[in-house]
């Protein structure tokens, strides 16, 4: 679990060195955390052999191990997901409070309505409570320059509207219960297809460790998403001030150097141009953004001959949470 000092932290009370020493010490236990990758070959070579083991002991059952990993608790990408389903289920229950969620009006004109009354009270309190819990989530969250959906309130106000939207049509809890209790059914029926107590064993043995490692591998991503969120959030708040003292052009130039350049500039011992290195990356990111590789690559892949894809301005765009199909 991501340590306790670094939950509440508020980056706008530290000076520009006691950020800089925040990040080098939040680095530090990233470096730890990241020690469990030895343990997640561990768990990524049994999921192999798992995977191996059902394909060949249970030829008659199609995608048998995605199955057998499907509807396992306690996985937090999933449970984010179900937390917003009931976030979207609270606001429904009163008129009121769905009425202002699906108005056209973003999320600062709703949240000060919503205000005034007790169920839109109650309302804002569930969703600082799944904010405080889930939001760190954010698309290609690894990936320090994107912003988190707790900085991003109308994106989480989309995904709620659309989820009110389909509230009778599906039930993503529901849904998981179904995977679960079929996931149950599905590992009985394996072990009494297996009549070897030897093979019985061995199946056993790997589906509780793939079912175990599968929620490890999950969390441990989110615990160290955590920990980069947190250097984010005062990487942001030194941005802000070197902009300020008009070091950069925008506060999330920062993300475009490495550390050690961030703070040779925060100290004032800077041996390069700050602007003209931020540009060159910025630039550098945004093609390599605007890149879509092919699904099937042979040889050395040359970008220079990749065509864009033409975007269809005119498509249906659908909002949701992406998640795992066996979640």
Not at 290 to 302: E, H, K, L
Request: aromatic share 8%; glycine share 4%.
């Amino acid at each position: 679990m991501i340590s306790l000092k670094w939950q509440g932290l508020d980056p706008a009370r530290l000076s520009n060195d006691d950020i800089i020493q925040n990040c080098k010490c939040i680095i530090g236990e990233l470096r730890q955390l990241l020690g469990n990758v030895l343990y997640l070959f561990n768990v990524l070579a049994t999921l192999s052999a798992f995977g191996a083991v059902c394909s060949k002991w249970f030829p008659d059952k199609p995608q048998c191990a995605g199955r057998l990993l499907a509807g396992l608790e306690d996985m937090n990408d999933a449970v984010a997901g179900h937390d917003l389903w009931q976030l979207a289920v609270k606001a429904n229950s009163t008129p009121q409070v769905k009425s202002l969620i699906l108005s056209s009006d973003n999320w600062h004109t709703i949240s000060s309505k919503l205000a005034q009354t007790q169920s839109g009270t109650e309302f804002l309190t569930s969703r600082q409570e799944f904010m405080n819990k889930h939001g760190f989530h954010c698309r290609a969250e690894i990936e320090l320059f994107n912003p988190r959906w707790s900085e991003m309130p109308d994106y989480i106000l989309i995904l709620v509207r659309s989820y009110i939207c389909s509230i009778g049509q599906t039930d993503p809890l529901e849904n998981h219960r179904k995977l679960a209790s079929q996931r149950q059914a599905l590992a009985q029926q394996c072990r009494r297809d297996l009549k070897n107590p030897v093979k019985r064993a061995l199946f056993n043995s790997l589906l509780v460790r793939s079912q175990r490692g599968s929620v490890f591998r999950a969390n441990s991503k989110c615990e160290v998403i955590k920990l980069a969120v947190t250097i984010r959030k005062m990487l942001l708040e030194l941005g802000k001030r070197l902009h300020k003292e008009s070091i950069f052009q925008h506060p999330d130039d920062i993300f475009f150097l490495q550390f050690d350049e961030i703070e040779a500039v925060t100290l004032g011992r800077v041996s390069f141009d700050v602007t003209e290195r931020v540009a060159t990356r910025r630039t550098e990111y945004d093609y390599w953004l605007s890149i879509t590789p092919p699904a099937t690559i042979v040889g050395q892949f040359d970008p220079q001959k990749v065509a864009p894809k033409l975007i269809d301005t005119e498509i249906e765009v659908l909002y949701g949470l992406a998640v795992s199909p066996v979640s």
